[in-house]
Nanobody
Framework: VQLQASGGGLVQAGGSLRLSCAASRSIFSIENMGWYRQAPGKQREFVARIHSGGSTTYADSMKGRVTISRDNAKNIGYLQMNSLKPEDTAVYYC????????????WGQGTQVTVSS
């Protein structure tokens, strides 16, 4: 599975961004799609994921400010981020797994999100 993340950029604190993750194969073969992020000097951390059945999981730090979704017809997953804070600045990575692998198994190249104060 190849994943292509996009949608990052520079935004002011309080602003919003929507990240996209395009999958190389039918999204129906993907069990979970999700996002991790890595800030400079910090470990990569979980942000959110969505199961093929629609159930979602969010990191406590992002809960209430992000919504993960998937468009099965377009093989794309989305991460809508609102009320962004400077501490949300990081490279955001799209991830996925298939039923025969454990999450996260596949990684996209990352997209930079920078939130200015």
């Amino acid at each position: 599975v190849q994943l292509q993340a996009s949608g990052g950029g520079l935004v002011q604190a309080g602003g919003s961004l929507r990240l996209s993750c395009a999958a190389s194969r039918s999204i129906f073969s993907i069990e979970n799609m999700g996002w991790y992020r890595q800030a400079p000097g910090k470990q990569r951390e979980f942000v959110a994921r969505i199961h093929s059945g629609g159930s979602t999981t969010y990191a406590d730090s992002m809960k209430g400010r992000v919504t993960i979704s998937r468009d099965n017809a377009k093989n794309i997953g989305y991460l809508q981020m609102n009320s962004l804070k400077p501490e949300d600045t990081a490279v955001y990575y799209c991830t996925a797994n298939t039923p025969t692998t454990s999450f996260p198994a596949y990684w996209g190249q990352g997209t930079q999100v920078t939130v200015s104060s």
